[in-house]
Nanobody, 125 residues
């Protein structure tokens, strides 16, 4: 099955931008819906955005709308999350997750069965 590796996290000041990338290990990547979740210290993991395997739709959490953009390349096997106008409350470990042929309405942690190791994003005020 596909394996996921995140990259691109780091430290940024409030108002800045970061681009996270989720690279997949195999060619069947195009059959998976990919999501980004995040988990702040002491909080539950929460949905950020996802993009359907067929490229025809994406969905964002209210906290991400207007600031974050998810995109994917099914030839090069990666999904990016462009994050603009970052806020201190965006500080968290960001995880990408995959589920085969999942709909974009799936936004729960339990609906995704493949996870990356996470990448830390820290936004200073």
């Amino acid at each position: 099955q596909v394996q996921l590796v995140e990259s691109g996290g780091g430290l940024v000041q409030a108002g800045g931008s970061l681009r996270l990338s989720c690279a997949a290990s195999e060619g069947s990547f195009s059959r998976y819906t990919i999501a980004w979740f995040r988990q702040a210290p002491g909080k539950e993991r929460e949905f950020v955005a996802n993009i359907r395997w067929s490229l025809d739709s994406s969905y964002y959490a209210d906290s991400a709308k207007g600031r974050f953009t998810i995109s994917r390349d099914n030839v090069k096997n990666f999904v990016d999350l462009q994050m603009n106008n970052l806020k201190p409350e965006d500080t968290a470990v960001y995880y990408c997750a995959a589920v085969r042929h999942g709909p974009v309405t799936w936004i729960e942690v339990t609906q995704y069965d493949i996870w990356g190791q996470g990448t830390q994003v820290t936004v200073s005020s």
